[in-house]
């Protein structure tokens, strides 16, 4: 760990408490089931598939899986949720039929819409601050983001890491 001063220290900490903070309120938001409308519940999942497959209606099942930062085969279960809902068709591409492609129903795109309207009143301050900020500003919030996505991407691996050595060290007291 980098040597800091106490009040170095607690600003990082402090930091890193919002954070936390702000993971938890993002877990509970995406808890809640919506309906926009269609007398049909969508959970955030399915709703945030939508988003990706309007968004990038191009890429297949294994690239928005990869956009999303989960698997294939939730991709497919949750597609599958979505097509009996009546919001997405699966279609193959014509050039290489194992290639899925994702493409939005009339109900599809009109929550496609909807989460578009959400997130634009919803993020609306948040889009005001970064638009004030430095492109060097901006570099920085962003190679921050990816450092706490690359921090989140080995949290198993850490655990487990220090699992048996705390353990070890712990134990014999």
């Not at 402090?14 to 409308?37: F, Q, T, W």
């Amino acid at each position: 760990m980098v040597d800091r001063s106490g009040e170095e220290e607690a600003d990082v900490i402090a930091i890193v408490d919002g954070l936390v903070r702000l993971i938890n309120k993002a877990v509970s938001i995406e808890k809640e089931p919506v309906d926009i409308g269609h007398g049909i519940i969508l959970h955030s999942s399915e709703v945030h598939l939508i988003d990706m497959a309007g968004r990038y209606s191009h890429e297949s099942v294994s690239q928005l899986a990869c956009r999303l930062g989960i698997t294939k085969g939730a991709v497919s279960q949750t597609a599958k949720k979505l097509e009996d809902k009546g919001y997405i068709r699966k279609e193959k591409m014509p050039d290489n039929k194992k290639t899925v492609v994702l493409s939005l129903t009339e109900m599809g795109q009109e929550a496609f819409e909807w989460h578009k309207a959400y997130h634009e009143a919803v993020n609306a301050k948040l889009c005001a601050e970064i638009e004030k900020m430095s492109l060097e500003e901006k570099d920085k919030l962003n190679r921050i983001f990816i450092s706490f996505e690359e921090m989140m991407d080995n949290c198993s691996q850490v655990r487990d890491k220090i699992k048996v050595p705390f353990h070890r060290t712990h134990s014999n007291k």
